[in-house]
């Protein structure tokens, strides 16, 4: 399984971008997506996740700013962010946890730099 991650870049606070996600094998029925995002000097944290039936979580310090989705079609997941803000300035990493039976496994996919000037 191979993740292949893009739409990072350099916005102006109040901007907006969306990263994109394309898991090789496809997502599955009880597959599990995620963006995590860890900031110099910090820990990685989760921002979403969107389960098997759609739903999602979002971190409190994005709600209502982040969407994530995906389309199993086109085996991608997305993370739309509004209104960035500096303290959004981090590396983002793709995460997919496949149901292996009775237990999950974990790809991640390289991170994309998000930075955003005030």
Known sequence: VQLQV????????????TLSCVVSGGIGRFDVMAWHRQAPGKERE?????????????????KGRFTISKDTGKKTCELQM???QPDDTAVYYCKYSRDAGSAYRNYWGQGTQVTVSS
């Open 6 to 17: 893009s739409g990072g870049g350099t916005v102006q606070t109040g901007g907006s971008l």
């Open 46 to 62: 989760m921002v979403a996740t969107i389960s098997s039936g759609g739903g999602t979580d979002y971190a409190e310090f994005v």
């Open 82 to 84: 509004i209104d960035l």
